[in-house]
């Protein structure tokens, strides 16, 4: 286990008690959770597309946030991901299909939008079956999610 995996296995209420008491940066838990994915996603197959710019980027203006001691959404700073089925704006949603493999929606589903208002950071998508239609992760475009355990 690396050094920070630990912050990956925490809670969401966890990881957000941890950066509004300034024991974690949201920068040092969004790095975390990118070294992870970047290690373990070759044997998993569950995220198809990073946001690690982006998320890098919201992680450095929640950190700025912190320090300006401004009041702090209840997830500040805490990473998630969507299914690559729910739209985020500005990166790619497949729906895990040839058809849709290029689609960028121009905004977010409400679940999204909602996440990034309480100030959840989005790291990236994971897989789905095409359309949603299984109840197993065996994309066309992308191939099966494996189980890690």
Same mark, same amino acid.
């Given at each position: 286990m690396a050094r920070d995996?630990? /912050?990956?296995?925490? !809670?969401a209420v966890?990881?957000?008690a941890a950066i509004r008491e300034r024991e974690l940066g949201a920068v040092e838990v969004v790095?975390?959770?990118?070294? $992870? /994915?970047? $290690?373990?996603?070759?044997?998993?197959?569950?995220y198809v597309t990073l946001s690690a710019e982006g998320a890098l980027e919201a992680a450095r203006r929640a950190d700025a946030k912190t320090a300006r001691g401004r009041r702090l959404?209840?997830?500040?700073?805490?990473?998630? *991901?969507?299914?690559?089925?729910?739209? !985020?704006?500005?990166?790619?949603? !497949?729906a895990? *299909? $040839? /058809?849709?493999? *290029?689609?960028?929606?121009?905004?977010?589903?409400r679940v999204v939008a909602r996440l990034v208002a309480a100030g959840a950071i989005l790291?990236?998508?994971?897989? &789905?079956?095409?359309?949603?239609?299984?109840? &197993? !992760?065996e994309s066309p475009l992308?191939?099966?999610?494996?189980?890690?355990?």
């Open positions: 995996d630990g /912050i990956c296995f925490l !809670t966890e990881l957000a790095e975390a959770f990118l070294e $992870r /994915i970047g $290690r373990v996603n070759p044997a998993l197959n569950a959404a209840p997830l500040h700073g805490v990473p998630f *991901s969507a299914k690559d089925l729910v739209f !985020t704006a500005g990166v790619r949603t !497949t895990g *299909s $040839r /058809i849709f493999e *290029s689609f960028v929606p121009p905004n977010d589903a790291l990236g998508k994971t897989n &789905t079956p095409e359309f949603g239609y299984k109840a &197993t !992760t992308f191939g099966p999610t494996l189980n890690p355990w």
